[in-house]
């Protein structure tokens, strides 16, 4: 069943493969209900619940668990950056979900706008209207706890195979 790893919930922030095993262990027929109630928690139980998410094997739909996902990014959690990745790799919407919020006015911390920037560059149907405007977070995004948003969501899309860094633009 899948539950919080507790204190060892760390070794899930660049991904360690004895944390990702327990996780992957514990994924079981009832992961996505035990997921939607960690994705509540604290930060430990929410990287949890993003790291089962990422390895599950076909993409969420417009569920509770999409939803919850999207909540505890929008709640400013301290894992941000894994819950960013999470939601690229397992959210077939992610592209205009992310866009939404990146153009949206409402103040974010630094570390969700530095995870949503880079994670909407490593989204396979990003806009080009969308790159564009990207540059009013310009300002935001050269802060260490931007960097500290960019660098988790590399992290974890290297670790989980997630969207790979596009080599052209694409137009839309």
Not at 52 to 73: G, N, V
Request: with cysteine; hydrophobic share 50%.
């Amino acid at each position: 069943m899948l539950q919080s790893l507790g204190p060892a919930a760390s070794n899930l922030l660049a991904p360690a493969s004895a944390a990702i095993d327990q996780v992957r262990a514990a994924i079981d027929a009832d992961w996505q209900a035990a997921a939607l109630e960690l994705l509540a928690g604290s930060w430990r139980e929410q990287i949890t619940a993003a790291a089962a998410i990422a390895l599950s094997d076909k993409p969420l739909s417009d569920d509770p668990l999409l939803a919850a996902l999207w909540r505890a990014i929008d709640g400013a959690s301290w894992v941000a950056p894994q819950l960013v990745a999470a939601a690229l790799i397992a959210d077939p919407t992610f592209e205009a979900r992310a866009a939404d919020r990146l153009a949206d006015a409402s103040r974010r911390p630094p570390k969700t706008i530095g995870a949503l920037v880079r994670a909407y560059t490593r989204c396979p149907a990003r806009r080009m209207p969308v790159m564009a405007q990207l540059t009013v977070h310009d300002r935001t995004m050269a802060t260490e706890e931007a960097r500290i948003g960019v660098r988790g969501v590399d992290g974890w899309l290297d670790y989980f195979g997630g969207a790979p860094a596009p080599l052209t633009s694409r137009s839309s």
